[in-house]
């Protein structure tokens, strides 16, 4: 097969010489045809080749000025075919067009050099030198055409963007919960139009971008918008407040008649308590049982020691979760729960050890979690009393502030913001500056909400915790996983998967990133970019690879399966430029769930709805004074409550017996 190949290459080049020459020997009796008196001049004649060329002459040849040399002409392109030559990446289409050009240029348009007013013979020169320079011109560009390796690929797509493009979702499908986001993406070189169609929202939605990405402008803003003109209720984390409380009021006004029961719409602010609603997160109400009281002290001390999330289950952990659990589940015993509040529970645990374990004592319900605590008491061990109440008293007592206590301590609203006979919008604000105090309380409001939104028979619901890292929620996976029948939709922004394993510990971390069915991923760099990669899959690309060796050039092409989004790429994307994955279902399957898309604003169309938004107004008015005497109440409120406990203890003979006396 070799030799029968190589004899197949030699023959044909013998072709492409014959061919060749022939082109070479037609233009030659051209020149001596049409220049005959030069040549005569020249004394370049002879009788032999006068006959040869008379007898030439009458084929028709020479019929007309031009026809010869058009038959060299083409003779010469027929040969340039056949022509092989080692390939080479340096010879470029530009260069072989111009070579190309100016060789049919010289070749033609010497045909006019004939009517110059010069003599016979330096006509004959002008013209020849022309026509040969033009056929040369043209040879060597034909040769190197054959010689271009066409590798546009390697030339002009040097990042591979081409070949890592992919077909998207371009029809809108939408329903009465989805969040659909225009969007638009390159296949190939062409620009197309797109949709990310978020359509079942409740099996979690993770949004993932570095500052400035266009989390909040491109995404979150979206989803408050496109949740309260569908009728959801919705709870609204505002780190930066009142950055995305303001966009929920604005639209809350525009949209509210779209609910079958209107909402109402409130506000948890501590620094602008104007128009703040107050609400209490220890809502006897809502505090069924003692593990309700577990939850919530649990939820306040690891929000306060992030670096506790790691060690749960230790004795010094649990033992200020312990105390904390029953006080709380105290203060909502007594008097039905009258006094039931945080700021309640911040005061009552200053109180003097000997007294507040004494009136604690008075609550059956309680005695197995505060008996290590009366122990180490009795038996005077306060260097392990101190470890194990000191870190619950030391953390809570940077609550106590008035404006906390006034917020705090009230009962505008319930928490239960899906109640269909009472949908309610809530914003909860934070403030960068202050948030290692306000993130305790957030904590708290968020876990007790969380825990009565998600049951049957509900509104539909929305949460949307915008840079979510920065505060604690223990049970946000168990939210996600399990609130989907509930039409619970929650979606948590993240800068990055360091972020969210430095404040939550790797293995809650991996677990919130893995569980989010829906992904909208922005740039982002390192680990995550490389397991947002790995998310994405891999797609059919095309190859092409060259091998160039002394004697010969070989160009292959290949299909192969590789990575559809490179964390290269994912760490280079623009700002509104996301990638992703939805998810689908039963009812409503998406083939194409992998997106890497431009998300479209209506710049002048936001701006516009910017300029014309209205401030939240404010809910009272309030001076120092009210707040004052508010946090003073609360204060004598404990008090009251020791003086009068201690009393009825003093006077109960079955009671006097559980005083703590040292």
Known sequence: MAMQTGENEQGLRKIVDMTRAISIIVLLLHFYFYWYTAFRSWNFYSKFSDRILLNIQRTG????????????????????????????????????????GIGMIFFFASYYLVYLQFSMTTNAILYITSTSLGFCLFLAGGTSLSRMIKNELNNKDIFNKQNETFPQEERLLENEYSINLPATYQLRSKLRNSWINIINPFRGNLVIGSPGAGKSYFVIQHIIKQHIQKGFAMFIYDFKFDDLSKIAYNYFLKYKNNYDVEPTFHVISFDDIQRAHRCNPLDPSTMHDITDAAESARTMMLSINRNWINRQGDFFVESPINFLTAVIWYLRKYQNGEFCTLPHMIEFIQLPYEKLFTILRTEPEIEVLINPFINALVNDVMDQLEGQIGGAKISVSKLSSPDLYYVLSGNDFSLDINDPEKPKI??????????????????????????????????????????????????????IATARSNKVSTTLAVQDLSQLRKDYGKEQADVIMNIAGNVVCGQVMGDTAKQMSERFGKIMQQRESIS??????????????????????????????????????????????????????????????????????PQRKIDHLIVQKNYLQIKEDVQNILHSEMDRILNDPVLSGIIIQK
């Open 61 to 100: 040849l020479f019929k007309s000025f031009n026809f010869s040399k058009i038959i060299a002409f083409g003779f010469l392109a027929v040969s340039l075919v056949g022509a092989r030559g080692r390939k080479s990446l340096k010879i470029t289409g530009s260069n072989v067009a111009i070579k190309i």
């Open 426 to 479: 809530v914003c909860a604000g934070n403030n960068p500056q202050k948030q290692l105090v306000y993130n305790t309380v957030l904590s708290l409001y968020i876990a007790r909400l969380i825990k009565l939104i998600n049951k049957k028979d509900k509104l539909k619901s929305s949460l949307v915790f915008d840079e979510f890292p920065t505060i604690y929620i223990n049970s946000i996976d168990i939210l």
């Open 548 to 617: 160039i060796n002394s004697s010969d050039t070989s160009l292959s092409q290949s299909l192969q399966m590789d990575t559809a989004i490179p964390a290269s790429k994912i760490t280079s994307l623009s700002s509104g430029e996301f990638v992703g994955m939805v998810a689908d279902e039963p009812n409503n399957l998406i083939e194409l769930k992998a997106f890497h898309a431009k998300i479209i604003n209506d710049h002048d169309q936001l701006l516009k709805e910017r300029n014309a938004f209205v401030p939240i107004p």
